[in-house]
């Protein structure tokens, strides 16, 4: 039996849209976006979102629907995606989940990290704290930010307790939210995965063959309307990969061909950052090893062929 989740991850210009879209339309799926940049309203040429026309072929999700000035963290989006996913399979459709972001894939099929180690200054002040309020005091406190957890831990549990307390103090978020985006993983069995790793000199001369084009297509122009918003450099549209070099052009201090010569350059380093993280997370999803697109899908159907005809 065919599964209802497909997720299909790869480099940036691997191919990994038009393989998607085949495979849509193939076998009736609706699509889900699963790169961190393609989230965004703006840019869409420099990131490679799906055109308009690829988009009124086959249901797409996620794709443009966050604002630049809006930054979105990895639970973020898979919140998002499993609200997604559950709609889709509330229509008895399968799922194609595509990108280049491996920590969504990661937080898709394994949950995401526990909350990260406690500064030790912190659990000091939290034991100070506990000592000085006494446990119904640091309850009441805790409820503020985090009511599940205090509800939940039972009474006298001081461990429970400042544990809550410590990850909200360190990292401003309540324990039960790092909780619920760990559970929220796809279960063993419920999708299958393809990794797009072509030939990297292939795949590089894409690349900036790509680029190149973008700075005949507008690309300069959505670039100069996002400079002009004048938005947090910290926010994580702004660090788009070319999105740097193409302002630095726009703002005259260097010429078009060096900007683009700069992107070009960029644009191979993180594919190569993006294949290296493939092959440490996800060693064992089967791989297609083909750059043009028949060649592409003849492998994914040898690798599945309950989809052939």
């Known amino acids: 039996m065919e599964p209802r989740i497909w997720l299909i991850a790869g480099p940036t210009a691997s191919g990994k849209s ?29 990131t490679a979102r799906p055109t308009p026309q690829e988009e009124a072929r086959s249901p797409h999700h996620l794709f443009g629907v966050v604002d630049a000035a809006e930054g979105w963290s990895a639970g973020r989006w898979l919140r998002a995606a499993r609200e997604v996913l559950a709609d889709i399979a509330a229509r008895e459709h399968p799922a194609v989940v595509v990108g280049g972001t491996g920590l969504y894939f990661r937080a898709l099929t394994q949950g995401l990290a526990e909350a990260p180690e ?32 205090a509800a ?14 410590e990850v909200y103090a360190a990292t401003g978020r309540p324990l039960s939210d790092w909780q619920a985006d760990n559970a929220l993983a ?61 302002a630095a ?31 440490g997370q996800m060693a064992d999803w089967p791989r297609l090893t083909e750059l043009n697109a028949e060649d592409q899908w003849r492998q994914f159907i040898a690798l599945n062929p309950a989809l052939t005809p």
Not at 205 to 230: F, I, K, P, S, Y
Request: aromatic share 6%; glycine share 4%; with cysteine.
């Open 152 to 165: 939940r831990i039972a009474a006298n549990d001081r461990q429970r307790l400042s544990r809550a307390w």
């Open 186 to 246: 796809l279960p063993a069995g419920a999708w299958a995965a393809v990794a797009l790793e072509p030939p990297r000199e292939a795949l590089y001369a894409r690349c900036d063959a790509r680029l190149a084009a973008m700075a005949e297509t507008g690309v300069l122009d959505e670039v100069a309307a996002l400079a002009a918003r004048d938005l947090d450099p910290a926010l994580p549209l702004m660090k788009a990969v070319g999105f740097r070099e193409l």
């Open 249 to 279: 052009h726009l703002r005259g201090e260097v010429s078009l061909p060096d900007a683009i010569a700069a992107a070009q350059r960029e644009t191979r380093r993180y594919a190569k950052r993006q294949t290296t993280w493939m092959r």
């Open 18 to 46: 038009a393989l998607t879209l085949r495979l849509a339309e193939a076998v009736g799926g609706e699509i889900v976006n699963a790169d961190s940049m393609q989230l965004y309203a703006d840019l869409r040429t420099l």
């Open 118 to 149: 406690i500064p030790p200054e912190v659990r000091r002040q939290t034991a100070d704290d506990y000592d000085a309020l006494g446990q119904e005091a640091f309850r009441a406190r805790l409820a503020q930010p985090d009511p599940a957890a």
